[in-house]
Nanobody
Framework: VRLVESGGGLVQPGGSLTVSCAADGSIFSIETMGWYRQAPGKQREMVATLGNDGSTNYADSVKGRFTISGDTAKRTVSLQMDSLRPEDTAVYYC????????????????????WGQGTQVTVSA
């Protein structure tokens, strides 16, 4: 399973940016897709998640500014980021949680979690 991210880059404070992710591979099911971020010297933190039932969850720091969308059945997730602030600067990672590949399903293996390689988002004047 591979998570391919796109988007990211440099934007001025107050600007907008979208990052997108597509999961590639012989996937049977994904329970949750989402975005995490890690700023220099800080731990990785959850930004937003999207469940296979359409439910969403946001970090308090991004509520009202970021919007997650996508479809776990289609293996895609995007994060629209508005009103960006310098403190949003970080490497953003796509995640796919509780993933069953076709082989996992056939052979009754456990689910696994996967991560993208990360994409840099920099908010600066």
């Amino acid at each position: 399973v591979r998570l391919v991210e796109s988007g990211g880059g440099l934007v001025q404070p107050g600007g907008s940016l979208t990052v997108s992710c597509a999961a590639d591979g012989s996937i049977f099911s994904i329970e949750t897709m989402g975005w995490y971020r890690q700023a220099p010297g800080k731990q990785r933190e959850m930004v937003a998640t999207l469940g296979n039932d359409g439910s969403t969850n946001y970090a308090d720091s991004v509520k009202g500014r970021f919007t997650i969308s996508g479809d776990t059945a289609k293996r895609t997730v995007s994060l629209q980021m508005d009103s960006l602030r310098p403190e949003d600067t970080a490497v953003y990672y796509c995640s796919a949680a509780r993933v069953l590949t076709n082989q996992d399903y056939i052979y009754n293996h456990d689910e696994n979690d996967y991560w993208g390689q990360g994409t840099q988002v920099t908010v600066s004047a």
